[in-house]
């Protein structure tokens, strides 16, 4: 069984920065895609950032040069580092994995990100 463990969320003052982090438990796991999706309230779920196996990522034009996604395959673990925080970005965040070979996806149970003004 492979579950997705967030940590890092928080409350920060708009220009703060904070950084997300998932941990995909099970020996035999590895994951092709990983990544973070958002949805405030009211809203649809967005991909935020997501990073292949190859170190290639793609990032929601709207954190472009303030977020950075980055992993550890050796931790099974994808990071989130989120600079110059806006409020606009407040939103739960979810951490995502694809199983490698597969056709899974994996899902962490969210985390709350708070941006004051």
């Known amino acids: 069984q492979v579950q997705l463990v967030e940590s890092g969320g928080g409350l920060v003052q708009a220009g703060g920065s904070l950084r997300l982090s998932c941990a995909a438990s099970?020996?035999?796991?590895?994951?092709?895609?990983m990544g973070w999706y958002r949805q405030a309230p009211g809203k649809q779920r967005d991909l935020v950032a997501s990073?292949?196996?190859?170190?290639?990522?793609n990032y929601l034009d709207s954190v472009k040069g303030r977020f950075t996604i980055s992993r550890d395959n050796a931790k099974n673990t994808v990071y989130l580092q989120m600079n110059s925080l806006k409020p606009e970005d407040t939103a739960v965040y979810y951490c995502?994995?694809?199983?490698?070979?597969?056709?899974?996806?994996?899902w962490g149970q969210g985390t709350q990100v708070t941006v004051s003004s």
């Open positions: 995502f994995a694809d199983r490698l070979g597969g056709h899974t996806r994996y």
């Open positions: 099970g020996s035999t796991f590895s994951a092709s895609a």
């Open positions: 990073i292949y196996i190859s170190n290639s990522t």
